[in-house]
């Protein structure tokens, strides 16, 4: 073991382009390494180097999104010639794929990836993957995606560093973690409907997650007399086209789009319902496009409310099939409306796999069983270099 540097703590630098807990699965894995490694203030320095901190993110809409990595690349260049010039980091976080290219050997094998989905998934570029091999260690967020990983590497005879799997957080050390739903809540969707919801961007580039094919699953269940209530969070581009749909199926009046939902008011959305449901993920061509583990499935089980997903990427980690929820094979409006009906039609059923979610996420996916998988991951690796 190296011996640790004479300030006796470790410094690390994370590196990232964005940072921010309500901003999205990548930014909120930066933000929660971030606040775990500040807790280890007595023994940890942490400095965060980000394209664009917070949550005012210019670089998302199209005009800005090229220049602005463009400069982040360059400056993350420089900060690897003054590193190497003066006193490097002793662990470099890097929370993105994209960013590797950009280290300088002395940086690189310091380096510990987050590996998160489809970046890695459909990455044909040998240099990044050769890149990969390099790296001190890798972080996935669910066993598809280390699976994944060590099959790329394997193909190209390159070494393959260790591969931890780190779950993406649900809840910060700030926010209040959801009790357990009661047992005595009884349900009946005899004279009520079932209430769905659903949370995603829905936008014209993200129509993997599906939500087309709930639309579809929602008219075909009204056909047959059943009751359903659906909401639909989140905003974008492709609003509209989801709107029409619903209406050229005639299942408008039972569903509901809300937009945008500030942070504060997503856990009042999942209280209200009784099933989640983001039936994402699909080829496009020869690429995978799917939930590098899922994040709002982890969110709704912390409700006690169970969920329906796809037998494809990260989402199996996030849902037990059968216990804390059903998977599906693919995108398919009848077999998604048959789940539904399933669960609608036993009611025992759908709450007991609502309180085997919560059970499940208290156990392995709270703040403080990440907390624990943080510090078992620190402590196997090696002293600072």
């Not at 690429?287 to 899922?294: D, M, P, Q, R, V």
């Amino acid at each position: 073991m190296a011996a640790p540097n004479s300030q006796n703590f470790t410094r690390n630098l994370i590196l990232t382009f964005a940072i921010g807990e309500s901003v999205g699965g990548i930014e909120s894995c930066a933000e929660h390494l971030k606040r775990f490694l500040q807790t280890r203030a007595s023994t940890d320095q942490v400095r965060v180097l980000s394209m664009w901190p917070h949550e005012r993110r210019p670089w998302r809409f199209r005009p800005f999104r090229a220049p602005m990595r463009a400069w982040f690349m360059a400056k993350l260049a420089c900060e690897a010639v003054k590193s190497s010039l003066t006193s490097p980091p002793d662990r470099v976080w890097v929370l993105h794929l994209d960013i590797l290219s950009a280290l300088s050997p002395t940086l690189l094998r310091r380096s510990i990836v987050y590996l998160h989905g489809d970046e890695l998934w459909n990455c044909e570029n040998t240099r990044t993957l050769t890149v990969l091999s390099q790296a001190r260690g890798l972080i996935a967020v669910s066993e598809f995606t280390a699976e994944c990983t060590r099959n790329k590497l394997g193909e190209l005879k390159l070494s393959i560093p260790p591969i931890d799997v780190i779950p993406p957080p649900i809840h910060s050390p700030e926010s209040s973690t959801p009790t357990k739903p009661s047992s005595n809540a009884t349900l009946s969707f005899d004279t009520e409907p079932l209430k769905i919801l659903t949370l995603a961007r829905q936008d014209a580039r993200q129509q993997h997650k599906g939500t087309d094919t709930l639309i579809e699953a929602t008219a075909l269940l009204a056909k047959q007399g059943v009751r359903t209530r659906l909401k639909i969070a989140g905003t974008g581009t492709d609003l509209s086209r989801l709107r029409a749909l619903s209406t050229q199926l005639g299942c408008d009046a039972s569903i509901e789009f809300i937009g945008f939902v500030p942070s504060a008011e997503i856990s009042d959305l999942y209280r209200w319902a009784d099933l989640f449901v983001m039936a994402s993920g699909k080829m496009q061509g020869s690429k995978l496009i799917a939930e590098g583990f899922g994040i709002v499935y982890l969110e709704a089980a912390s409700y006690g409310v169970p969920s329906i997903g796809l037998k494809i990427g990260g989402t199996s980690d996030a849902i037990v099939d059968g216990g804390t929820g059903i998977l599906i094979d693919h995108q398919d409006a009848n077999m998604l409306s048959q789940a539904i009906l399933r669960l609608r039609n036993d009611p025992a059923l759908l709450k007991k796999m609502g309180r085997s979610a919560f059970d499940r996420f208290d156990r392995e996916f709270s703040f403080k069983a990440q907390n624990r998988r943080w510090n078992d991951f620190l402590s196997k690796l090696e002293a600072p270099l």
